[in-house]
């Protein structure tokens, strides 16, 4: 019995198998393995055992600054979700009395999260910009004479649309977190004592771990994994890890970018493995 | 206790709640006026004479892209991706009730596809076309980019459709009598029906809207979102917009259709 059913729930994850195999783990295997190729103008790749690329870019100082420019960005957004996530999710779970209006003011914050990134990106543009509304605003109160440039192609301006684009991640895995905290916990802990906010600090939060665990996870893969809103929000002023794989492609050095997407890989799977280690995501999806 | 007075904190993060919600939907409606801009009209406010000229502007090829042409594309590949991934997903996921060997490699695979960067897999995927001597491709390469992506997606939402099933559903169907195909199609299927909407949902709308997979893996002919980033940095006329609104209009076409059909499959079962 039980080697059959296995042997049927093998032929029911048979395709998604077959599908990640192919389109992720021979893809990536083979980066890591052009990362170690050479590059000769012209010809593009050349099969080769070499450390050169990895040199080229850990002895390079713009690498370095790209790579710091995005570890602030990552934990500036990071910081901003978690504390928007947490007390969006609070609101809704605890605050909203009826579970209907809770459910439907959810959806008015996921809706978004199904339309284009990059015309939730651009249409940043005539908000923030010279003559953008909240320039117009604040003339038109007299709070300021001249517009405020630093609210376009700023890293203001990156910060803001990452938030925008970014917050639902770490709202829906919080919301869900939340959602399954036995409201008699709370109440048992006013009974025994408890402030409010020690009910938050000493209850809530901590279960509401696993939520912030993958919210996090998803926001610092996405913020690292951007290219497109750092190059067009910061109007070229801010790199990221990202700009230089970018620009290595757009002279087909392929090598280069793929030691440098290896790097990036690294440090994204590192942070993920972190996370996994402070919390066990699968038993709690799976449960 | 609903005739306890709110806390002071209920009306602290109602304010925030709504000022997230505007800052969420203030820029897209702004956008949405703004590709109504007149002839005389500017990429920021005010709207002058308000028209529909960019509209047709955006069928312009001289002046925009091919967005016929991308559409022609993005279109069939989200539908195709929607289609594979309620198929692929929701098999795993029954797949994922019972222990199998090598189910935390696959969980752990899957949750790394993930979150690897797309840009990365965007070169793996082109650099495996290129060893293997095929061309890159939208229903190719570009399929497999995309479901590399949404398959994972759909996955977890499995997951957290069937944690509500109880396998003792299954089991008192079989006591019942009923045959297996009977059992899938008038127990199991109406259970899970609702989510296997929501994963075709996320499948069409990551697809549709797919950026960095799509970057290098759909060949020499472009998606949708490929263009628009395309125009993002050439096209400095309302048009822009006025592709944005069309766009943004079909993504709410589909989750409203979604969303519907989920309300009226309760519904219909509530009553």
Redesign the interface.
Known sequence: MSAR??L??????A???I??L???????A??VI?SFFRYQMLVG?VPDFTFKNYYDLLSNPTTWALYLSTIKFTLIVLAITLV?GF??S???VF?V?HLMVAIG?F???T??????????M??????L?R???IN?GLQGIGVIEQPLDWLLFSDFSVVVTYV?LF?LFMMVPIF?SMARIDKALLEAAIDAGAT?WGVVWNVVLPLSKTGIALGS??VV?LV??D??VVK?MSGGLSGSA?SG??ND?QFLN?PR??AN?VI??VI??LI?SGIFRLVD??KE??? | M?TDR??W??YV??T??TA??I??????I??LV?AFQGPSG????PLRDPSLMWFGEVFNPSRVGDVPGAFSRSFPLAILVMLLTV???V??G???????????V??Y?????L???????S???L??A??LGVSANWFTTGL??H??WT?PFG??IM??VL?RLSPSYEEAAYDLGATRWQTVMEVVVPIVFPGMIAVA?FGF?LS??E??RSW?TIGTKNTL?LE??TM??NVTSPS??AL?AM??AI??L??GLA?GSIYLIQRKRGG
Do not use: K
């Open positions: 059913s296995s049927a729930a093998q032929l029911q994850v395709p998604m198998a599908v990640l192919l389109f992720f783990i021979i893809p990536v083979l980066v052009v790749l928007l007390w969006l609070y609101f809704l605050h009395r003011l959806l008015v914050c809706v978004p999260f199904w339309t284009s990134n990059i015309i939730r651009i249409s940043w543009r005539p908000v910009g003559e953008g509304l117009q925008h917050t869900n409010r996870l998803f893969t690292m994994g290219f497109a067009v990202t794989i970018f492609l392929y970018a793929a997407a990036l890989l994204v799977m993920a995501v699968r999806l799976v449960r | 609903s709110r806390p904190t209920f993060l109602a925030l709640f997230f919600v800052f969420l939907y203030g820029p897209m702004s956008v703004l500017a990429l920021t406010f198929l692929v997903s098999a795993a029954f797949g994922f009730r019972r222990r199998f060997f090598g189910s935390t696959l969980f695979t899957a949750i790394a596809s979150i690897v960067p797309g840009l990365v897999l070169i793996g995927v650099v495996t290129r060893f497999g980019a479901l590399s398959l996955l977890l997951f957290a944690g949902l709308t549709y809207d950026f960095p290098l979102p628009i980033w993002t940095t822009l917009y944005g766009t943004t993504s709410f589909v989750i969303l």
